[in-house]
C-alpha cells in the first residue's frame, strides 16, 4: 500500500465571500516538497489552483508561504519531514490576491525607500573602486536576501502596525550602507529614520528565525537604529 500525504490547502477566490479549505491525499513516492505536492494537484485535480514558484532551488524566493504555521519556501520543505497533515496557508500580513498567491507591492514600494542601489559617484566612466575582503565581508550576509518576504510574514509588529517599513527593506538598506562604494548612504538614512521607518521595530527576532538565507534582518535593523542615531546627531543633509 503506497503511502499518502494529507494536504490542507486554505484558498481564497476574490469572487467569494469567505476563505475555504480543501483536503487532498498525494502519492508519498511521487512528490518530495510541499511545492512537488502543489504542482502535482495542479496538474491533476485543481487546476485553478494559484501559487507562485519559479527557480525550485530556494534561489528566487517566490514560493513562500505558511507550512504547519511556519513562513517557508515550500521548494525547500520537504513533506517527509512533516507530522500530521500538511497545512498551507498564504504567507500573513499581505492582501490575498488569490489561493497562496499575495500581494506584495506595498513591500515593494517600501524598498524603494531604502534605496536599494549603490551610487559610486565617480568622476572617471568605468573607474574601478577598490574593495579588500574585510569591506567585502561587511555586507556579504546581508546581500544574501532573495525578496522571499518569510521575514515580513512573521513579523508580529506588521500586525498591528501596516505602515512600518519591514525588515525585508531595511536589511536591503543596512547593505547597501555598509558597502564602501556607496555614496549615497545620508540620502537612505534620511528614507529609513523618517516616520514608520526603522524605529518601529520591537526587536522580536522572528524574522531572523525564518530567513532561510540567514540574513538576519533583527541585526540588520538593530545595527541600523544605532546608525540613525549618530545620523541624527551629525545632523541630515
Known sequence: MNQKHNIVIKRYDPEKEKAYEVKFEVDAEKVKTVLDALILLKQSVANDLAFRFACKMGICGSCGAIVNGKPVLMCQTFCRDLTGPIIIEPLKNFRIVKDLVVDIE???????DALPYTNFATNKAYEQIPQNPDQYQKFIQA??????????????????????????PAASGFRYNQDNRDKISKQ????????????????????SNVCP????PAKCLQKLKVAGVLHS?????
Open 213 to 216: 538565507k540567514n540574513v538576519d
Open 233 to 237: 546627531v551629525k545632523g541630515k543633509k
Open 106 to 112: 506595498k513591500v515593494m514600494n517600501r524598498l524603494r
Open 143 to 168: 546581500s544574501q536576501c532573495i525578496k522571499c518576504m518569510l521575514c515580513h510574514s512573521a513579523c508580529p509588529l506588521l500586525t498591528t502596525n501596516k505602515k512600518f517599513m519591514g525588515p525585508m
Open 188 to 207: 537612505r538614512m534620511n528614507s529609513m529614520t523618517s516616520e514608520d521607518g526603522i524605529y518601529g521595530c520591537n526587536f522580536v527576532g522572528e524574522c
